[in-house]
């Protein structure tokens, strides 16, 4: 007799039941239906014939239990999990497909097109018996894929662009005053004139470096202080300056120039154009978990409205900067970040940055 805790065998699996239950369950899982078009579009980032074309190739061939199932790029090339039919047909398939931009079939070879954006961007094939529905939603699947790696990928040229916008946008009057002043001090006062000249190098050097995404603040400040040295040698009494910094964040990671174009702002726009003296106080601290650094000049400020177009990318190309600095800040850091501009006409301009001490990625 069988205890109740007990239940008889089921014997050997039929021939017609599968060996693998589990599998039929994982492919009707919403959950796992959902990883696997998470990893699909990480797979497929770099697009149809990227590294990770043949790892979406075999997830997609699981997904829709087919025999095999293959993705070619718009010059054909086929990427391929599972066995394949005869490789003439499914080549003469894929070209069909390519060259006509409609779906064709030689069964059991099924063949969509792929299109990304406004334009086709290679095509699906599929051995198996399958429905063409399911193909065309795989073949749209795939597509949002490549779509989202394209804009990605496009993101992240605009970002370098950006940056080398920045790294370009030193301003040739300030060059010729500085040099200018370095000229005149050669005779009178040689100390100062290779002081200053040492300056100017390593102001330049770290402008137009060829680095990586991220800095320090420490790096950052000893930027800005050298083109303050610079400034105050242009402008003489007429620029006083203030730089106040807590030890304890001195070695946070900041995007490559984020404080440079702040300072800069401060001097062309602030202090310049004033009569008389004007004052730069640049001060960064640590508040609990976030760093706090702002750039606050007494110079002819401007109407806050001006201020909010400058931010929207909308101040013209004098102003490209502190767009520049406040788009990649809300990137890295997320929408809660960026620039705090306080300004208004005759009392000065400050400019706030809030980052986190520590964020997971950004490393110098």
Not at 40 to 46: E, G, I, S, T, Y
Not at 250 to 270: C, D, M, T, W
Not at 300 to 312: K, N, Q, S
């Amino acid at each position: 007799m069988l205890r109740p805790s007990q239940e008889p065998s089921a014997g050997p699996p039929s021939r017609r039941e599968p060996s693998r239950p589990w599998r039929t369950r994982a492919r009707h899982d919403p959950l796992h239906t959902l990883r696997t078009a998470r990893a699909v579009v990480a797979d497929l980032k770099d697009g149809l014939s990227g590294p990770g074309a043949r790892r979406a190739a075999r997830r997609l061939r699981r997904l829709l239990n087919v025999t095999g199932l293959g993705l070619a790029d718009l010059s054909g090339t086929l990427v391929w999990s599972g066995r394949t039919a005869d490789p003439d047909a499914v080549s003469a398939l894929v070209d069909q497909v390519l060259h006509g931009e409609t779906a064709k079939d030689r069964p059991p070879l099924v063949a969509v097109p792929v299109y990304a954006g406004d334009g086709l961007a290679g095509a699906l094939v599929v051995v198996g018996q399958v429905r063409r529905s399911a193909v065309r939603e795989a073949a749209a699947w795939v597509a949002d894929a490549v779509e989202r790696g394209r804009m990605e990928a496009s993101v992240d040229r605009a970002e370098q662009a950006e940056l080398r916008a920045l790294r370009a946008e030193i301003s040739p009057h300030f060059v010729y005053n500085a040099l200018t002043v370095i000229s005149s001090l050669m005779r009178s006062d040689p100390d100062q004139a290779s002081e200053l000249m040492l300056d100017f190098a390593d102001y330049t050097r770290y402008s137009l470096a060829q680095r990586g995404d991220y800095t320090t603040l420490s790096d950052e400040f000893h930027a800005i202080e050298t083109y303050l040295a610079l400034q105050r040698a242009v402008l003489g009494d007429r620029l006083r300056v203030q730089v106040r910094v807590a030890p304890e964040v001195l070695g946070v990671a900041v995007p490559y120039l984020v404080l440079q174009p702040l300072v800069e702002n401060a001097v062309r726009h602030g202090i310049e154009p004033r009569a008389g003296a004007g004052l730069i106080q640049v001060t960064g601290e640590a508040e609990g978990n976030d760093c706090v650094i702002s750039v606050e000049d007494d110079g002819v400020g401007m109407d806050p409205e001006h201020a909010r177009a400058i931010l929207a990318g909308r101040g013209g190309s004098d102003s490209v900067g502190l767009a520049n600095v406040d788009r990649r800040l809300r990137h890295v850091y997320g929408p809660w970040y960026g620039l705090v501009v306080e300004t208004a006409v005759d009392a000065g301009t400050r400019v706030v940055v809030r980052v986190p001490r520590f964020q997971p990625g950004v490393m110098p």
